[in-house]
Each structure stands twice: as C-alpha cells, then as structure tokens.
C-alpha cells in the first residue's frame, strides 16, 4: 500500500515542479523593443502680424491692472471701517459676527488681489 502513494507523490512532484518551473519561465520578462520616435513637430513659420497681439496684450495687461487697483482701494476701504469698528470696542465686549463676515470679506480680497498679482 505504500507504494501506490510513493508513486503518486512522486509523479505529484514532478508535475508541481514542472508546473513552477513552467511559470517561472512564463514570468521571465520579454525583450522589449526601442519605442518608434514621435512625430515631428510642425514647420510652419509664425504667423509675421504680432502687432495685434501687442495691442490685445497690452489691453489686457491694462485691464488687469484697473481691476487690481480697484480691488486694492476696496480692500484698503474695507480695512479702515474694520479698524474703526474694533476701535469702538470695548476689549470685554465680544466681537459681533458683522466683523466676522467683514474680515472674511478682506480676506476674499486679499486672495483676488494675491491672484491678479500672479497674472
């Protein structure tokens, strides 16, 4: 009776090592080949009117610097009724939720003013 197990493992050895052995070889990585280069880029010539460009460029460089201004003079404004307001305070008197809302505003505007000084 031993011996019929004997065989079995035997044989059920050789495939499971077969089996291993099949999938290492599997897992062998493939030789991989150059990549194609890419398209070329294109050849044609810039287009030789850029004096609208400057002209479109310089209104917008103008128009973001109106709105920086502006945004400035409000956050300059918003500021001073800000100062003036926590001036009257008494310092036991809680802060009211009108200068909660009104810092938050300076705050907005001071991140519009953070973004148009980046453009």
């Excluded at 050849?43 to 609208?52: G, K, L, M, Q």
């Excluded at 009724?81 to 810092?103: D, G, N, P, R």
Aim: charged fraction near 25%; aromatic fraction near 4%; glycine fraction near 4%.
């Amino acid at each position: 009776m031993n011996e019929p197990r004997r065989q079995f493992l035997c044989y059920a050895g050789a495939i499971l090592s077969g089996a291993i052995c099949g999938i290492r070889l599997q897992a062998q990585p493939q030789s991989r080949k150059m990549p194609s280069p890419p398209d070329p880029a294109q050849t044609e010539p810039p287009p030789a009117d850029h004096s609208n460009d400057r002209i479109s460029q310089r209104a917008v460089l103008q128009q973001h610097g109106k709105q920086f201004r502006d945004s400035l003079a409000s956050l300059a404004e918003r500021v001073s009724q800000l100062k003036e307001e926590v001036e009257e305070l008494h310092s036991a008197e809680i802060f009211s939720v009108k200068i909660y809302k009104q810092t938050s505003e300076i705050e907005r505007l001071a991140k519009q003013l953070k973004s148009l000084a980046r453009n």
